[in-house]
Structure formats: C-alpha cells, structure tokens
C-alpha cells in the first residue's frame, strides 16, 4: 500500500472513533438535558468539533507528507 491509501485508512479509524465518542458520549448527554433550538445548537457544534478533528488529523499528515518527501 502507498502512503495515501495509509493515511485514509488511518482516517477511517480516527472518523469512527471520534464519532463513537462525540457523537455517543456527547450527543447522549445533550439528548438528555437539552430540548428545541438549544439541542440543535449543541449538536451542531458537536458536528463541528469533529469535523475540525478530522481536519486537523488530515493536516498533520499532509505536513508529514511534506517533511518525509
């Protein structure tokens, strides 16, 4: 395998298990204590959290990339 089909793979596991534990954790606790628009808040921002995770991930390793190559 190349280094780019590594990095996805590694990306696949870093994405499930981020949404394991934000979407789970934190998305249980805020179907509990919140209702209406506060819940759709807190959600989004959840889905924001671990979408600039990812982000951040793929970064790391584009710079990786760069440095080794």
Known sequence: M???T???LIM???ATGLAVV???WAGGLVHAEATGLEELALRGGI???FVAALLG???VFS???EESG
């Open 2 to 4: 190349n280094v780019s």
């Open 57 to 59: 991930l793929w970064h």
């Open 63 to 65: 710079e990786l990339d």
């Open 12 to 14: 696949v596991v870093a």
């Open 6 to 8: 590594d990095q996805l």
């Open 22 to 24: 934000v979407g789970g």
């Open 47 to 49: 889905g924001v959290v």
